[in-house]
């Protein structure tokens, strides 16, 4: 499994940016590794869903529509960190934000289950605010 630390989150207002990072490590983890590597995000109550994934070798990349065009998850494998840069920031993007991992390299028709992410971060609070 793939250790995952978020760190990031905080309190903003609408129209906004913030960027999160996640680290990862583990025994089977590298700069190099075949693994698929995202984010979602919670709100309480409600289900995990799912925001935008990317291939940690190459640069295929999936997003959720709700946050095309306005979050863009990015990489670098030197340093073994997963980002999400988050712009226009909508009262709707409040959530726990969560990293997660799978092994493989995956590309994407439709929006990926949670389920079949196996390693998990502890989550980032993220708060919009108007």
């Known amino acids: 499994q793939v250790q995952l630390v978020e760190s990031g989150g905080g309190l903003v207002q609408v129209g906004d940016s913030l960027r999160l990072s996640c680290a990862a490590s583990?025994?089977?983890?590298?700069?190099?590794?075949?693994?698929?590597i995202g984010w979602f995000r919670q709100v309480p109550g409600k289900e995990r869903e799912f925001v935008a994934t990317?291939?940690?070798?190459?640069?295929?990349?999936y997003y959720a529509d709700s946050v095309k065009g306005r979050f863009t998850i990015s990489k670098n494998n030197a340093e073994n960190t997963l980002y999400l840069q988050m712009a226009s920031l909508k009262l709707e993007d409040t959530a726990v934000y969560y990293c997660?991992?799978?092994?493989?390299?995956?590309?994407?028709?439709?929006?990926?289950?949670?389920?079949?992410?196996?390693?998990w971060g502890q989550g980032t609070p993220v708060t919009v605010s108007s």
């Open positions: 997660a991992a799978r092994r493989g390299l995956h590309y994407y028709a439709q929006t990926p289950r949670d389920v079949v992410f196996d390693s």
């Open positions: 583990g025994r089977t983890f590298s700069n190099s590794a075949a693994y698929n």
């Open positions: 990317i291939n940690w070798i190459g640069q295929s990349t």
